[in-house]
């Protein structure tokens, strides 16, 4: 059974950081993509930043490009720092994982269907 389970988040100050975690267990597959996903009350879900396991390939919004970084090891562990936040990242942060089968952006468009496993999500909140 594949688990995600995230840690990190927080209340932060606008301008502050914080690093979210996510240990994954259990996923087999040959080349995955893990991505962050995330949710503000009364919004539908965005995708925020996508890794390839082997190749290293990197996807991030726009909304986030030069603030945020995704990495991960060999360890299944996965991280997405957040810098210089603003109020409007405000939300819960999902972590997902799926097969790397297409290029990050598509599989960040069509997240439902590429992305089978979810974590139970982490709260980021900052105040301005």
């Known amino acids: 059974e594949v688990q995600l389970v995230e840690s990190g988040g927080g209340l932060v100050q606008a301008g502050g950081s914080l690093t979210l975690s996510c240990a994954i267990s259990?996923?087999?597959?040959?080349?995955?993509?893990i991505a962050w996903f995330r949710q503000a009350p009364g919004k539908e879900r965005e995708g925020v930043s996508c890794?390839?396991?082997?190749?290293?390939?990197t996807y991030y919004a726009d909304s986030v490009k030069g603030r945020f970084t995704i990495s991960d090891n060999a360890n299944n562990m996965a991280w997405l720092q957040m810098n210089n936040l603003k109020p409007e990242d405000t939300a819960v942060y999902y972590c997902?994982?799926?097969?790397?089968?297409?290029?990050?952006?598509?599989?960040?468009?069509?997240?439902?269907?590429?992305?089978?496993?979810w974590g139970q999500g982490t709260q980021v909140t900052v105040s301005s």
């Open positions: 997902a994982v799926g097969d790397y089968v297409a290029p990050l952006p598509v599989l960040m468009g069509s997240s439902s269907q590429y992305f089978g496993t």
């Open positions: 259990g996923f087999t597959s040959d080349d995955a993509a």
């Open positions: 890794i390839s396991r082997n190749e290293g390939t």
